[in-house]
């Protein structure tokens, strides 16, 4: 699939099958929160348009987890939700 010249929120929202959460700025956030985190900077940018270099840094747009793996369990770090990974215990 060819890139388009922008990016906006609702490319941000897309999901799919085995959406775990998304990461942003170093840390894993549960699908709600990641989407709202996404909202809000989508808001910043004027005209809500992005090119593709800011679309996919995950420090400047929350990125999606697909499939998620880890030896440790992960926490959403907006609201602590058990996202994937170890024991939910953990």
Not at 30 to 57: H, M, N, S
Request: net charge negative; proline share 6%; with cysteine.
């Amino acid at each position: 699939m060819p890139r388009k010249d922008t990016y906006t929120l609702r490319d941000a929202l897309l999901g799919g099958p085995g959406l775990d959460g998304y990461a942003f700025n170093a840390d894993t956030y549960c699908v709600p929160c990641g989407q709202a985190i996404a909202r809000e900077v989508f808001d910043k940018y004027a005209g809500g348009q992005v090119d593709w270099l800011t679309f996919t840094d995950s420090e400047q747009i929350p990125q999606p987890i697909f499939f998620a793996e880890s030896d440790s369990a992960q926490h959403c770090g907006e609201c602590g939700e058990y996202l994937y990974g170890g024991s939910e215990d953990a």
